[in-house]
């Protein structure tokens, strides 16, 4: 195995970003209305580091918010430093390797939580009429939303009535009011299987929300792992040791015992109320009147003392959709094409597609493994992606041989624009398939139905070409490795500065 620094609570986190100079802690008082969310933006927009808001206008002194908590970074060779880390690796991993670390963890034994008797989450304990929502720090993003928002980058954590399944993801929630929070809860996702099998027994579903927990398990709220497999399971896989809970307050759920902040309660079978509209991962925010959503009601909060909430600003790319849910997609889409005999060297989800695009690199020796030309490979493709939650929320793949590197954008650009045929002899169309209803281009019915059509782009090279394939003509793939070294070495002595 791999060697991994599990780093085990936010304040780790918190602290290895500061280390590689990618933290800005910020003094000077800010508004939770628009003013932190603006923030955010601009440090995603200009990759500068994670702003640690450290003192909010009308909050208790010591509550904290950390913005763009898995955005990328504009340091040299710190692109994706910010997602190495929560993942335990060199903060200069590249995508690959990324990815590669992810799909190992899929191979190996789940490990399930171990239950400690308490954690820093006990700090304070809140409940009954000590509750109240409104005195969290949930700011109000974008203009244009439809209020503040709580969760952005924490995880729900959900049982099925028979205890067979614990599921962890992220779904966005709204507050409503001191005990009252909305928020999606999509059928096609697993809180809502989840939610129906409560709801389908006349009951309404415990939950407990986790913000502020370490940095992996956002990454595995965001991984679309198959209905019935735990997410905490595979934590404890990734890093080779159990994650540690702690039982909640008021429900028979668990939550990692270092989280910031826990709210406990249930997710009503029969009442709704307006949330929404919010700026969302595909770069917009659609205008329109709020839609009724499940309300969940809050019977508990428990905090650390000066808690820090992790707050995702949903955009225009790179943000955290793009990274704690496109990269553990892509790794998932790998593992999952592997185990049904595809030869895939490698996947990306292209950040600046907003999750709209994925990447798939063939091993360069597909032809020989599987006997088949490049057209047949792509439906065949398709026919195991959209099989699979993975292939759910992104409609566009493209199919490369693995000779680029798929997480350079400029790379991939080129290669796409050189190497598909226009028209159907470069795509497979499949239309019908389910899909994600925030998907960017989708008519109102297709939202309705929660069914699109997705295409798989053959990017490989044609069946006549018979492996003979063009030489890149680049600075790597024109001259002699000597030539390129020795360039290299004198670079500033030709009187280049950088
Ligand atoms: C920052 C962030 C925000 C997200 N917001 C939502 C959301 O509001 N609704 C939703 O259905 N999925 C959202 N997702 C995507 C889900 O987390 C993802 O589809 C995941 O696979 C769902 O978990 P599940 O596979 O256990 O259902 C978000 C992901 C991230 C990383
Ligand atoms: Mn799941």
Known sequence: MRQKKHLKNLREYVEALRQIG??????????????????????????????????????????????????????PGLYLSRIALSLGLDPKATGREIVESLVEARTRKPIPPKIVPTGPCKEHILTGQQIDLTHLPA??????DGGRYLNTFGIVVARTPDGRWTNWSIARI????????????APNQHIGMVAKEWWDRGQDMPFALALGCEPFIPFVGGMPLPADANEADYVGAYFDEPVEVVRCETVDLEVPATTEIVVEGHLSRTERDLEGPMGEYAGYLWTGPPSPKPVYLVTAITHRSDPILPVSVAGEPVEEDHTAWGIPNAAEIVFELREKGFPVATAWSPLESANHWYAIAMDMNWRECLQYG??????????????TKAGMGTPKYMIFNDDIDLSNTKELVWAFATRNYPGPRGESVFDHTSTNPLVAFLRDAEKMSMETTKVVYNCLPPDEWNGRLPKRSSFAGSYPRELQEQILRDWKEYGFRS
């Open 174 to 185: 709204m507050v409503l009011d001191r005990n009252r929070m909305a928020g999606i809860v």
């Open 374 to 387: 490049a057209s047949k490979l792509c439906e065949e493709m398709g026919k195991a992606l959209f099989a």
């Open 139 to 144: 700011p109000w993003l974008h203009g244009g």
């Open 22 to 75: 990618e933290l800005q802690p910020i003094a000077k008082q800010v508004d939770l209305h628009l003013e932190i969310g603006a923030i955010c933006r601009r440090c995603y927009e200009t990759g500068s580091p994670a702003p640690l808001f450290e003192n909010i206008k009308d909050v208790e002194p010591g509550f904290r918010v950390l913005g763009a908590p898995a955005g990328v970074s504009a340091q």
